[in-house]
Every structure is written in C-alpha cells, then in structure tokens.
C-alpha cells in the first residue's frame, strides 16, 4: 500500500499538481449524486491502492473476523443467558429473535479499521452490518480520478482497478434468499430505509443491479409497507415484495416504534425474505466489543480466535456504575478513551478524550454514566499522505499532508469485496467532522488481478 501511494504522489508532483486533472475530478463529483452534508463530498485526489498481497491479508482479516462474529450471533440466538451480556432492552431481543429462513448470519458488513499501511498492525473501529453505506462514492469518486494525468500515467505502469460492490451484492443477497424454503425463482426486492435519512446514490445501483439480474426491484421506505396476513406490499402500487434489503439500522426503528409494524410483522410471520435480518444487531451493537473479551465469549472460540480479538479489538466496557470500569480512570486520561453510544450509527454522539479539555472530558464521562455508552480504549489512527483536489491558497501545486486513516472492509456473506477508506485531522474520522475519502484501488504490478 505505502509503496503504491509514495508512487503516486511522485507522478502527481511530477506533473506540477496535476491541477486539470483536479478541476476535472471536482467538477465531476459536483455533478454526480455523491453529495453528503448539502454539498460534493470531499475527497483524496491520491487513491488507496491495494496490491495482491494487501488483498489476500485483508481478505483473511475479514474471514477471521466474520467467522468470530457470526460464531457470537449464534450463541446469541440458542442460548438465553449469553443474552444477557448485552443488556438488549425487550424490544430490541424480540426483534433479534424473529425467525429466519435462510442460515447465513452476517450476510452484509463492513469492517472498520485503523490499519498502519507499512506493518500492518491494525485495531478495529467497529463492526457495521446492514447500514453500511457509501458504496457509490468509492466507485464515483473512483471515476473521477480517472479523468486525471497521475491516475493515467499510473495506469500505463500497473494492472489497476476498481472493486465491484453492487453485482456482487446482489449474486449474495440472492444466494441466501435462495436458501429459503418458498423461494421464487423471480422475486420482487424492495431496498429499504428512512426516506429521509436513506442514501440514494447507493439505493439507485443497488436497484439497477438487481434488475440487470432481472429481479424487479424499488425502493419503499420502511414505514409504508402493508401487510394483509399473508403478503408484504409496496401500497404506492399494489405489488407484492417478496425479499427485503435493510438499510434502516435497528435503532432508527426502535426510535420509531409503532411505524415500522408491517415489515415485523410480515417478517415474524415467515412471508418474506429479510436481508440482513435483525440477528445481525448483535454485532451492530458497540456492546459486543465489550462481550468479545468476556469468559463466556472466549469459551466457544478457538485460541487463535481469541488472541486475534486480543491483539485486534480495542478493550471496551459497559460506562455504568456497575460496570468493572475503572470511571474516574477514564475522566483523568481523556486521551487514552473514547466514549461510544452502544447502538447508534454515523459517528453521532461519539466523544473522543483527545478532542476535550480535560474539565470538559470529565463532565462528559460524568453525564453519560449509564445513559448507554461504552468506553473504549482510544487508539490513535496512522497517518497517511494526501494530497486534496483543491489548490492551497499558498501557491503549492501539491501539498502532501498528513491525515489519520480509517479504511473500511466490506465483506459479503463473509467474503472481502472492495473497500470504503476515509481521512480525518481530529479525532473522529468522518465527512461531518471535516474529514474526506477516497476510492480503493486494486494494484497489480505483474499479472492483472481477477
């Protein structure tokens, strides 16, 4: 990786900042429906470029880590005193126990990680499940560079390439709606979500991809299905859907309780087909980083198992009274803590200490004692060079800064099929924290890589 990135940046600087190269790229993702806060989402104009053997060691990290995951969701569902380690309020347990008609029990995810690009030392951020999101800006953003010089001339030298994160979902989604009993041979799918919070770049594609796949396809949001007994509906015009692909996070809808009934009911009564099921909030959930490093965890997983959650996941507790949390620990060293809600998404209500006066930090701690949060160790993200697509206003065509880095894994019924890679300065690393991403590259320095 650091290799093809220091390679990159030497064309870029070669070609004085590639600054058409740039303005074609900014105008591209302007004009695209990649747009994150009301406006472009920024973004690295210096690639992540993952050689061959970057992609056969993280594609074992993600095979360790979905089995380890899928190993706790299990337990999860056959045994009811591991469930109480998560402390789950009812509704959400009930959800998690509906029934399921196909076997696999992560079939979407993506891994967060701050990775060293040299050594390959890494500790996870979090594990998201069906949520997961920005699929559209790696490939967009992917795109744009492309119009460049430095990608061309980058190009000419090496097999490069994009990773495909929408066909390939859908041939996934599809081998496990397959797995049910009452499959159809051409089912109807309804990507789903909160209208109002949904991505839409993503749910575009993923509905195109399933209808080049020839399997009709639309977006309902979750609140307006129907259910009459027997069918699940889309009541915009009638059509029955048969499988479901959830994006709404278990959250969203616990926070919308009573709005959400017909797809759960439609669900609980085994009429359709729910990817990803609700099974998978058990690892969604920040908790299970605590549950991890628990006896009873440890006591279904193998040694190597076991060590890699101790060398990978970052120590994380319950921010209770009751907890074995040492709190007044965490408030006297905000730097070495970050405190998490223990189900939410997008980085909303996350305190990292190192962004905090300590007087600050220590009320911080204080008032989300026992409001659902957990304390996790704070490791601090490598850096990496990059060079942003706008011009400094120094007179430097190509400044290379240092950022923190963060790339995501997405992993298809437990297999690695591309990457989503954000940049940030502070301590949260994320667009709304004034942070940037960019698109993952596929690098071949001698034979093209399948």
Known sequence: MKQNRREYIEILESLDGDVPGRKA?????????????????????????????????????????????????????????????????????????????????????????????????????????????????????????????????????????????????????????????????????????????????????????????????????????????????????????????????????????????????????????LIGHFRTTVVHSKVVSVVLFDEETRSFLTEEECAFIDEHVPRTYRLRCDSDLDIEAVKADKDAWIIKPEDDYGAHGVYPGVEFAEGDWAEIVENNIDAGYVAQEYYPPHKVDLVVPELPEDGDRCKVEAWESMPGLYVYNGELEGMYCRYGKRGIIALDHGGLCAPTFKVDREEPIA
């Open 25 to 273: 790229a900014l105008d591209y993702v302007e004009d695209s429906d990649i747009w994150a806060y009301g406006a472009p989402v920024p973004f690295s104009y210096v690639p992540n470029l993952v050689g061959a053997d970057d992609v056969s060691f993280l594609r074992s990290v993600c095979e360790t880590t979905h089995a380890i995951l899928t190993k706790v969701i299990r337990r999860f569902l056959d045994d009811p005193v591991y469930r109480k380690l998560f402390h789950f309020p009812a509704e959400v347990e009930r959800l998690i126990l509906l029934p399921c008609c196909y076997d696999e029990l992560l079939p979407l995810a993506r891994f967060d990680l701050f990775l060293d690009e040299e050594t390959r030392a890494f500790k996870f951020c979090e594990f998201n499940t069906d949520g997961s999101g920005a699929m559209s800006r790696d490939l967009e953003i992917g795109r744009a560079l492309q119009l460049g010089a430095t990608y061309r001339e980058f190009a000419e030298r090496y097999a490069v390439g994009q990773f495909e994160l929408f066909d390939s979902w859908v041939e996934a989604f599809m081998a496990d709606y397959r797995a049910c009993p009452n499959a159809k041979e051409r089912p109807t799918v309804a990507v789903t979500d909160f209208r109002e919070s949904g991505v839409f770049s993503d749910f575009n594609r993923f509905i195109e991809a399933f209808e080049r796949a020839g399997y009709p396809a639309r977006f309902v949001d979750v609140r307006a299905f129907e259910f009459d007994g027997e069918h699940l509906v889309d009541p915009a015009d009638g059509t029955v859907v048969d499988a479901v692909y959830r994006r709404a996070v278990t959250s969203e809808m616990i926070r919308h309780s009573g709005e959400c009934e017909a797809l759960i009911d439609a669900v609980a009564a085994q009429k359709v087909c």
